[in-house]
Nanobody, 112 residues
Framework: QVQLVESGGGLVQPGGSLRLSCAAS????????MGWYRQAPGKQRELVAS???????NYADSVKGRFTIARDNAKNMVYLQMNSLKPEDTAVYYC??????WGQGTQVTVSS
């Protein structure tokens, strides 16, 4: 059984920063892509950022220059450093492995 556990969400003021972490455990034959999606109330889940095993990254246009994704292959972990946060970044953030395994989500709220 594969389990993904996110941490690091919370309440932050506009312009602030948060760092999300996601730890993957269990029987995963190979991890190719790890990444983050988010879902705001009343909206569809959308890609935030992804990273391959060769550390090729992909970002949503809305977060380019503000968010940075990184991974630790030895620990099966993926991180999302979020800077210059905006109210529109408020959402539940989900990590994934290979778009197959998903975490339970962590709430990020950007508000003054």
């Amino acid at each position: 059984q594969v389990q993904l556990v996110e941490s690091g969400g919370g309440l932050v003021q506009p312009g602030g920063s948060l760092r999300l972490s996601c730890a993957a455990s269990g029987r995963i034959s190979s991890i190719n892509v790890m990444g983050w999606y988010r879902q705001a109330p009343g909206k569809q889940r959308e890609l935030v950022a992804s990273i391959t095993g060769r550390t090729m990254t992909n970002y949503a246009d809305s977060v380019k220059g503000r968010f940075t994704i990184a991974r630790d292959n030895a620990k099966n972990m993926v991180y999302l450093q979020m800077n210059s946060l905006k109210p529109e970044d408020t959402a539940v953030y989900y990590c994934h492995v290979n778009l197959i395994y998903w975490g339970q989500g962590t709430q990020v709220t950007v508000s003054s």
